[in-house]
């Protein structure tokens, strides 16, 4: 059995992936067409080339279908549970930046912190008679930090896109959601509560931490670590 090495299968993410490996000696290809997801791994032998959306590649790498995997930290983070005892993080790869935040309308002057978040979802409560509603995919993740944060009286409600419009479509009160510049935030007058920093979000090579490697695997672990010069 060859070693697997999950990558995302296409768009910037990808590029900037083969990119990394190629500044490192090792070449990732495809091997059909743009529509097929079969590609090679050059200069490392014994590594096969497994081409997958970068929201899948946490949960094959958890359940051992492939061993290695680039995927967002976020995704890791929010989709697997317990992650660090399924996956270990080899290397940050300087790419795919994002931060996971949470953002309130800029007109609640009186809202700048958790603290303030926590005391206006308790009014909202009070006022509406059902909870603040704080739109999001990330569900693990935020329920965790506003759970550390003392953040009670609030539901999380699924958004898989355009996230930042459902309060001005009044589907939801404040968001939580990755940004990288800020620019969509800003320009639908959400502003960012100041110790709302969820996590830091960056493309990171991982590691399943299943067992059951064959000699020739183990071997072709240790080669693509050294050529990649990743200190373990």
Known sequence: MMLKLGVPSKGRLMEKTFQWFADRDVSLRRTGSDREYA??????????LVLLSAGEIPRELAAGR????????????????????????LSPMGFGHADLIIAVPKCWADVDTLDDLDAAS??????????????????RLVRE??????????????????????VKNLTAE???????????????HLKILSDGSIHQSQATLFRGRRTGWSDEMRASYDALIAKLDISL
Not at 39 to 48: F, L, N, Q
Not at 148 to 166: F, I, K, N, P, R
């Open 66 to 89: 492939i061993h290695l995997g680039v995927t967002g930290s976020d995704l890791v983070r929010e989709k697997i549970a317990d992650w660090d005892d399924k996956l270990r993080a």
């Open 122 to 139: 308790a009014a909202f409560r009070a006022q509406h008679g059902f909870r603040l509603r704080i739109a999001t995919k990330y569900h």
């Open 145 to 166: 930090f506003l759970r550390d944060a003392g953040v009670a009286d609030y539901q999380l409600v699924d958004s898989q896109g355009a996230t930042e419009g459902t």
């Open 39 to 48: 590609g090679a791994v050059d200069g490392v032998d014994g590594i096969e």
């Open 174 to 188: 404040a968001i939580a959601d990755i940004t990288s510049t800020g620019e969509t935030l800003r320009a639908n």
